[in-house]
């Protein structure tokens, strides 16, 4: 009699849910301080009245849009200020006129060129951690006396390189990396909440 499914499928679920949450665990284990201090180099960019840029291609465009919504709507705290972050990849009219006019790998840079300024923070994120245009915008930054911070996986990759500091999740698989990416995400969002300085704001259940 064929397998339904459900019966089909369940063992493939629930060995991924396991794969995930073990490279979580090693997240945790390994990276606990090196998150803390990308926080501090976020929380110390928004205290110095700084702004925060972001970018990456495919699902990490969605995680810079998603961070930068964090950021600029809220996380969990209810009453704080709005944060001033943007993400690099929302803009149609710019990411197409630059790659038509000068190259994809220049879509973000150019835009780091017309924004960031001195004592700005460039987040760049790439599972691989060579995404050619990510990497131009970090050099970029360098360039605009901007700070750097990269998201990547594995080993890292020339992004990583170029970073003032890279947080290199510990898998090779996209998904994996994806799903760390998102965790650290969150939990720089929850630590930026706690910094805010908001004293009557409330977490939102």
Do not use: W
């Amino acid at each position: 009699m064929p397998l339904t499914f459900r019966a089909k499928y369940s063992e493939l679920v629930r060995q991924q849910i396991l794969d995930s949450a073990e490279v979580k665990q090693r997240l945790a284990e390994t990276m606990s301080e090196q998150i803390a201090e990308a926080a501090q180099l976020i929380v110390e960019t928004l205290q110095g009245g700084h702004k925060i840029l972001i970018c990456g291609n495919g699902g990490s465009a969605a995680d810079a849009q998603h961070f930068a919504g964090e950021m600029v709507g809220r996380y969990k705290l209810n009453g704080r200020a709005a944060l001033p972050a943007m993400a690099l990849t929302t803009d149609t009219t710019v990411l197409t006129c630059v790659a038509n006019d000068f190259s994809y790998e220049d879509v973000f840079s150019r835009q780091v060129e017309a924004f960031a300024q001195p004592g700005d923070l460039v987040i760049g994120i790439s599972t691989s951690g060579r995404s050619a245009n990510v990497l131009k915008a970090l050099l970029v930054a360098r360039s605009r006396q901007s700070r750097s911070l990269a998201l990547v996986g594995g080993r890292g990759g020339p992004i990583s390189e170029a970073a003032d500091l890279a947080l290199c999740m510990p898998s090779t698989d996209t998904a994996r990396i994806q799903e760390c990416h998102i965790t650290v995400i969150h939990t720089i969002c929850e630590i930026v909440d706690g910094e805010s300085g908001v004293s009557d704001g409330l977490p939102i259940n």
